[in-house]
């Protein structure tokens, strides 16, 4: 859109033309639908290969609802502001669009499965499957590919802390990897 990633529902015109021009009468603006997922039609991609890489990292908190739980463990508010922050990603695929790391056919999961990885793992029941996820976050396509560019925070539409998760996910599979390496596992 006009040259940037972003989101066309979302973009007001008169902060792209404060921005550059675009939008002005000799400088129309351009939309395309995102490059990095297949097209449906028009504007209207499948970013289904989201979804697919959140349930390789187990998104979710494991509880089966049947009984109740009684109180759940004590969180501190700092754990709290953050997991808000990360829990306002919308899967929009902007992160992914601007990542020069991340491509259609690859493997490279991106800064949206590395903040979902470090929401779920900051919860108290859903860190019960962290070794899980870091299992996926140092196969092939997992943190150690990102390239730190850091295109991914200046477009997400919803200002996800993506620096700090993926430093934090970095840290957290370094770990696991001495951990699976004393251990024998992987
Ligand atoms: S820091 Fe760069 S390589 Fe890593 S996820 Fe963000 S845009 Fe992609
Ligand atoms: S992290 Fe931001 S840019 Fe990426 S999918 Fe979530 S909301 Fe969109």
């Given amino acids: 859109m006009g040259g ?5 529902c979302s973009t007001l015109v008169d902060e792209l033309i404060a921005r550059d021009g675009t939008g002005s009468k000799d400088n129309p ?9 297949p097209v449906i039609r028009d504007l209207f991609v499948d970013r289904s290969s989201m979804f697919t890489n959140l349930k390789r990292i187990k998104g979710w908190v494991p509880i089966d609802g049947t009984h109740a ?15 808000y922050q990360l829990s306002r990603c919308m ?3 902007c992160c992914l669009e601007a990542c020069p790391q991340f491509q259609p056919e690859g493997q490279f999961v991106g800064a949206q499965i590395f903040g979902q990885t470090l929401y779920f793992n900051n919860h108290e029941t859903g860190a019960t499957l962290k070794e899980d996820r870091l299992n996926v976050m140092q196969e092939e ?4 590919d990102c390239g730190n560019s850091q ?15 993926i430093a934090k ?6 770990v696991h990897s001495i951990k699976n390496f004393f251990t024998g596992k992987k």
Avoid: H, W, Y
């Avoid at 009684?70 to 709290?80: F, I, L, N, T, Y």
């Fill in 4 to 8: 940037t990633v972003g989101q066309s």
């Fill in 29 to 37: 603006i351009t939309l395309e639908p995102m490059s990095k997922f």
């Fill in 69 to 83: 739980l009684g109180a759940g463990p004590k969180e501190s508010q700092e754990d709290q502001e953050l997991r």
């Fill in 91 to 93: 899967t929009c695929g």
């Fill in 141 to 144: 396509g997992g943190i150690s």
């Fill in 151 to 165: 295109n991914c925070v200046q477009v997400c539409p919803k200002d996800l802390p993506l620096v700090e998760a």
């Fill in 169 to 174: 996910i970095g840290r957290q599979t370094t």
